[in-house]
């Protein structure tokens, strides 16, 4: 029986990846390399998780089971539990605008409130115990407080409200309404987890909330290092962090807006970290389409160190976009459900810290790792 059953907000790349690995490991074809914590996050292994659906805004997506699409993402294969998991229609709120695709959603022809009551019969209907979203990278949107979110939706005010916002209010007032708690996860940069007025609502309904973004690539690797050089006492003089890649993901950053949220989920870490600002540009670069999920990456840092001698790092290579993020995420789920079984809710900034880009102040992956290795011992 799952232990975990899954639902996606937003079945692209980085979901379709994970179904297809997780089906790959029940079948024995595929081992754990990846996923951090492998089967020792005690109550669910890799293998009691089970993707029950997705709700997207993709017209060839909607209404149809993963089988039918699966071919989109060259690198991934059907499974046979593929044609079980059905893909319902989402809400748009502009973050497909620019898209190469026709969408079709539910707020095209219902307002938020109806939209809201539609997404959280549909969670409860399908018994979820996590909700992620990853959908399109949108611009980022605040709002002041729960009444002020509240007012949004029951006004119909579909211009103050993003997409993860909105899948965010529904996964916890589901949770609140059949009584039982939920593992939200916001994968995208987005400000949720971020917010005093999501984490208010997580609490509320007894829910985890865990975000925001996934740390998953040169991220991790730019803070890990900066604990290293700041630890032999080095002045780092600057920071270059660029990456090219071929998904949809970076198509839909060539819209500025959307590329200023991964700039500030991505800059924030080195300064948190070193303790002192200094001139960087970490951020995509460009849609290069043939280099498909495998993104190309460069990073540069100068500094300084003893006897004024000056030393330079530059690291360059190809690295897997989804796939990482997918082994992420199979933890992030399990290390969710765990907390909830604690009686915990609310941000659980020990889990946050380990796998998300941006909550608070960053420290390096390497320390939260061992905060994150206590936590799940503890009891
Ligand atoms: N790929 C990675 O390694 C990685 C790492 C960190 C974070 N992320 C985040 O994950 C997100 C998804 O990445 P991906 O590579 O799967 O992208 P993708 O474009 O392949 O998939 C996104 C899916 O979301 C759907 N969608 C768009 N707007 C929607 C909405 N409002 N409601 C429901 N569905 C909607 C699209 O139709 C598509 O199916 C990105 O926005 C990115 O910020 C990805």
Redesign the pocket.
Known sequence: MARLKIGF???????ATLTCGIERVKAGEIDLTGVPLENRIPGCNVEEIEVVCG????KK?IGKDVSSFISMYPELKTMDSFDKIKIHQ????N??EG?P?KTE?IDDNHTLYECAKIIVERIIEEDLDCTIT????EEIYDVDSVSALEAIIKEDRKDKIT?SMFYAYCAFLAAKKRERGIVHIN???SKIANSPVFSELSEKSGSVLIGD??S??QSRLLSDLMEHYKEINRTILSAVGANWGG???FY?LQDEKRNES?KITKTGCAKDILGYDMPSDIKPHAYLQNLGDKKAIFMHFPMKLFNGAEDEIYICGRIN??P??AGMLIDMGRLGALAVSRGESGVNATINSFYCKWFGKQHSKILAYQKLIGWVKDN
């Open positions: 907000f937003g079945f692209g790349y980085v979901a709700f997207d805004v993709d997506k989402g809400v748009n709120l973050s497909a898209m695709f959603s990853v959908t399109a990278t997409a994968g995208i940069p973004d996934i998953s690539g998904n949809m993901d839909r991964k976009d989804s990482a993020a």
